[in-house]
């Protein structure tokens, strides 16, 4: 049998860049849709920052076999909402995922396809278990880039359909300073 050959690789834990990962990179307009407030969408996209980055390594989609990807969301807001990632069932619904927090500060959204959601806060140490049929998005609610590695089974797949529609049950607000997870209006 051909085996695999093993790999260690370095994360950067200043800037999150795994180097020879794969670099994807999100920007304010590749999120049109996401945001609650429209009006300050549209105003700060006369600038378009980068809202997120991923540096993925990853494996032919084949049970069994496993993906790791760090994630470096920016620190910023539209209207009162912290930036966040764009959110993802898994296409193989059924898949877990393990992500551990590496620098910054947020947490993560979690929601069953009933739309039942979960807050869980994230500093550098926490690990965070994303069970079998959780939606799950990270947001950024401090003020620095929030870093952390995720760890999910190669033929896990991303499916982003509905939360591209409704976004989740709740949305992660700054309220005079506070973070407040609240009712998302659009629900
Ligand atoms: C983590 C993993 C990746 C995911 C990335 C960004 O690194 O869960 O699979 O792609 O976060 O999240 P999203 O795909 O929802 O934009
Ligand atoms: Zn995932």
Redesign the pocket.
Known sequence: MEYKRPFGVKIDLETGVIPGAKR?V?KLSDMRGYFVDEEAYEKLLREDPVV?E?Y?IEQEEREGDL?F???VLYPGKVGKEFFF????YHAKADRA?I?YALKGKGGMLLQTPEGEAEWIPMEPGTVVYVPPYWA???VNTGGEPFV?L?I?PADAG?D?GSIKEKGFSKIVIDEGGEVKIVDNPRW
């Open positions: 994807i999100r997120y991923v993925a993906n990807a760090t994630t990632t764009k959110g993802h995922e992500y799950h998005r990270t952390f995720a999910y991303h982003y």
